[in-house]
């Protein structure tokens, strides 16, 4: 692929020797505790090769083993293990697989309307080092989870790791570490009377100050994000107990079942009997 980059047209090749694994978050609810779009790893073989003119989402896309070609300042890049390609919405970028080799990539898309980290519509895409370990590992275990058992609850905390590893990519380490010491704390008294003042006293920051850093790096505004997180925990309990679900609604902070149940169901796309059904059949 040697032509001019200001000439290239829109391609979205895998080509046919390419394997890929993906997960999305039409077929997995439980991708739903981050904003993560889709998520997944490709084993790139002759004939991949993107280019994107004016996309509509976010990517980063990490080498894990072998290495691509990227467009970078309007020439191509070598992108080998352990760098990120990182690319904004509204902006042309493009990558592909030179001859003779072969290319292993972890990768994570956002929808535009998700405020990243130095990531802004239109910008350059750019080489990135990747110094967090793991964020291949989260994909993988998501993908295989989800593909697996796709116990959704499982699903939802491998793609908050996923999530958080791509943060750090892009933050390289300077990520606001309150919010983290939220989450744990809520973690340790899911059912606890939460609301929005307690927990900007608990994360040591102003209501509009949680909003927005919540907005920033979860996607969703705190009390959304909580109540995603009392599903995950009510998805666990459904799966892995046998007790009713009027008594994971009440360990869920919910005293009434029937409100449970809707919120249950708006966010795992099943009600709470159906989802325990599935799970007991195996998926």
Known sequence: MGENPNYLREIHSLGPGTRE???????????????????????????????????????????????????????????????????APRALSAYHLRPGRRWRL?????????????????????????????????????????AGKGDQAVVG?????????????????EGDGRLDRLWLTIGENIGGAWDLQRMARCAGMSPESLRRQCLRHCGRPPLAHLTHLRMLFAADLLSCTREKIAAIAAQAGYGDAFAFSNAFKREMNMPPSRYRARQSRGG
């Open 106 to 146: 972890h990768w994570v898309i956002y929808p535009e309307s998700v405020k990243l980290p130095a990531v802004t519509a239109g910008q350059p895409p750019r080489l990135v080092p990747v110094t967090t370990p793991g964020f291949h590992l989260a994909v993988e275990g998501l993908c295989y989870e989800n």
């Open 21 to 87: 694994w993906l997960v999305s978050h039409q077929q997995a609810p439980g991708l739903g505790a981050t904003p993560i779009s889709f998520a997944g790893f490709t084993e790139a073989r002759k004939g991949y090769e993107f280019v994107r003119h004016d996309p509509a989402f976010s990517v980063i896309l990490a080498t894990t083993a072998g290495e691509g070609e990227v467009l970078l300042n309007g020439a191509w890049a070598r992108c080998a293990a352990g760098q990120a390609y990182v690319m």
């Open 157 to 173: 905390f491998w793609a908050t790791i996923v999530h958080r590893m791509a943060l750090r990519i892009l933050e390289s380490g």
